[in-house]
Nanobody, 115 residues
Framework: QVQLVESGGGLVQPGGSLRLSCAAS????????MDWYRQAPGNEREWVAG???????NYTDSVQGRFTISRNAPENTVYLHMNSLKPEDTAVYYCKTQFQGRAYWGQGTQVTVSS
């Protein structure tokens, strides 16, 4: 059974940094494509970043150069390193993977960027 558990969210001032974690079970993150999404109040869920089995990464334009997605094989965990945070980055952040034709989502972690 695939499970994804996010953590690391919180309140941070503009310009600050956070590292989100997505601990996976039931899949091997180095063999799976992993994505981060976010959803702000009143908005649709949007894709933020992806890390694929070959190591390729992609980012949405608004976070390019500020966010980095990475993975740790022994911990079977994917991270989202977020720097230079802006108020518009405030959202619930989710990790997602696909396994055997089905999408799996974590429960989300809240990130609030405010002074």
């Amino acid at each position: 059974q695939v499970q994804l558990v996010e953590s690391g969210g919180g309140l941070v001032q503009p310009g600050g940094s956070l590292r989100l974690s997505c601990a996976a079970s039931g899949i091997i993150v180095t063999r799976s494509g992993m994505d981060w999404y976010r959803q702000a109040p009143g908005n649709e869920r949007e894709w933020v970043a992806g890390l694929y089995s070959g190591g390729t990464t992609n980012y949405t334009d608004s976070v390019q150069g500020r966010f980095t997605i990475s993975r740790n094989a022994p911990e079977n965990t994917v991270y989202l390193h977020m720097n230079s945070l802006k108020p518009e980055d405030t959202a619930v952040y989710y990790c997602k993977t696909q396994f055997q034709g089905r999408a799996y989502w974590g429960q989300g972690t809240q990130v609030t960027v405010s002074s």
